[in-house]
């Protein structure tokens, strides 16, 4: 049956899906051309201490990427199932409905993880060939809330997507925000290294919310 | 005989809207009833009530003698839903639809599906938001019928259907739930589609049932009268004369009670020659709960 579900997911999103992972990299490896141009032009010890002395790391514009990413991804994932309310029919399948949600999101999860890991293998492999291992984990390490805001993007707005009334989503939506803002707080790099494990944790925490719109659903909520 | 669909007691609010009040009803093995009512009575709030999807203010639904708020999810494969305007997935074409529903469903009979997609003149791969209304009641139907379930509860079936879609579909419900045993719980817009169809109906009002009864009972006893009348009539109310009205001096009532009794009860209120006439499932409906 999960299999069934993660069949319907891939039919919605195949497309999407190979946008993203195409966006993804095209970023990522834009990002890579223009340390590979740094490099070529004043040539590696530059970057070094550039990244050094000013606390630069070369892939800013990749910050709000994962992010929007992962909000279009819950888009074109759970509107069509909120289309004429044909959520209906997934929990009219023979299975538990936090099951099927649970499905739903895991197929998101992995397929985010699909999208944001080849991305981040690309700048590792490159990284590695100009820079120190200190200096490429600093970018990797800085870079890696912004992922998590990708997957907390992701699961922020298929709860917004799944609540049956537009009061309440709106209000979803303004509280998602802030919950994203969190992701972004700190603008210099390696900020939330400490924080990282209980930021993924928190992260994943946010797929129950999805569970909440899910009962008022079959409660009958509506406008 | 056995209740396959029993309500107790429902009473549901939107708001402070009553909707209705204390309703019961039972659906027995192998019947198919039909809700009918006007717009607002209730008739989606109660489908959606049966499948889940709305809890009601108090009372209790029964499906196969489960609890629908405590369903085991497996009974589910047991019930057949259609959603109003035949809703399915839009972005999946008929091979990809068949094929999920499928791996749910271990009693799944593609051949009935295929042989009702037969019918439909689409491709293969073509999406189901690209079909029309008629097209997509019948790959609704398909899936149902590939389903197999034993208690079939389907929203107004006839919406956005033209007339041929829509004897096709009563046609080819009505062959199948005699010929299956099928329990079958339906509302309509279309009241001619319900006669063709179903075996006992429950007619609503805002707040209440009026009516629940075999159509066969019901056509059989249900009677219009008509009589002209002096300017100024007014009909007093009596028991079991159902929506009286006056237009253009000519006097219209329907009941249920023998001939006898409404004629002798119209002769004391001074109203001779009468006229009766039986009347069909639509004109019965609108007997029982007015033009608004």
């Excluded at chain 1, 803002?181 to 603008?187: K, M, S, W």
């Excluded at chain 2, 009860?265 to 007015?290: C, N």
Aim: aromatic share 12%; glycine share 6%.
């Amino acid at each position: 049956m999960i299999k069934a579900i993660f069949y319907k997911e891939w039919i919605k999103t195949k497309w999407y899906l190979l946008l993203a992972l195409l966006v993804s990299l095209g970023f990522s490896a834009y990002a890579m051309l223009r340390i590979s141009r740094v490099c070529s032009l004043k040539g590696a010890e530059h970057l070094w201490v550039v990244m050094m002395q000013r606390d630069a790391i070369f892939v800013e514009l990749l910050q709000y990427v994962p992010l929007i990413l992962g909000l279009v991804f819950a888009i074109v994932q759970f509107v069509p199932e909120m289309h004429h309310r044909s959520f209906k029919l997934t929990l009219h399948l023979p299975m538990r409905a936090t099951s099927a949600l649970a499905s739903m999101l895991s197929f998101g999860m992995s397929m985010m993880v699909l999208v944001c890991v080849p991305a981040l293998l690309l700048m590792w492999v490159y990284l590695q060939s100009v820079l120190a291992p200190e200096l490429y984990w600093h970018i990797l390490l800085s870079a890696m809330p912004w992922y998590l805001a990708g997957m907390a993007a992701y699961l922020l707005t298929a709860w917004v997507a799944l609540e049956p009334t537009w009061g309440r989503r709106v209000l979803n939506l303004v509280l998602g925000v802030l919950l994203l803002r969190i992701y972004f707080l700190a603008p210099s790099p390696e900020a939330y290294n400490d924080f990282l494990p209980l930021l993924a944790i928190i992260t994943l925490c946010y797929s129950i919310l999805s569970v909440l719109s899910l009962t008022r659903f079959r409660d009958g909520r509506q406008d | 005989m056995e209740n396959i669909i029993e309500c107790r007691n429902l009473t549901h609010y939107y708001g402070k809207r009553l909707i209705y009040d204390n309703l019961s009803f039972g659906v027995p093995r192998g019947r198919i009833l039909g809700l009918l009512g006007k717009n607002g009575t209730g008739k989606t709030t109660t489908i959606n009530i049966l499948s889940g999807f709305l809890q009601p203010r108090s009372g209790e639904c029964y499906i196969l003698g489960e609890k629908i708020g405590n369903m085991n999810p497996l009974t589910r494969r047991k019930i057949g839903l259609l959603i109003e305007g035949h809703v399915q997935y839009q972005f999946m074409n008929i091979e990809q639809i068949e094929r999920f529903y499928a791996s749910f469903y271990p009693n799944w009979k593609r051949e009935a599906y295929y042989e009702l997609m037969s019918r439909l003149k689409v491709a293969p791969h073509q999406r189901i938001n690209r079909m029309s209304c008629g097209q997509r009641s019948q790959v609704a139907l398909g899936l149902i019928l590939a389903q197999d379930p034993e208690v079939l509860v389907l929203d107004d079936f006839s919406l956005g259907l033209d007339p041929g879609y829509r004897r096709l579909f009563v046609d080819y419900m009505r062959e199948y739930a005699k010929a299956e045993d099928k329990t079958v719980f339906l509302t309509s817009h279309i009241i001619q589609d319900m006669e063709r169809l179903v075996d006992d109906c429950i007619v609503m009002d805002y707040g209440k049932i009026l009516v629940q009864m075999p159509v066969e009972e019901l056509l059989g006893k249900f009677r219009r009268y008509t009589a002209q009348v002096s300017e100024g009539f007014r009909m007093q109310d009596t028991d079991g004369i159902y929506t009286p009205s006056v237009i253009r001096q000519t006097l219209e009532l329907f009941s249920m009670l023998p001939e006898a009794e409404v004629r002798a009860r119209l002769s004391l209120q001074g109203v001779a020659d009468v006229q009766v006439e039986k009347v069909g499932l639509e004109d019965a409906f609108i007997g029982l709960t007015g033009k608004y």
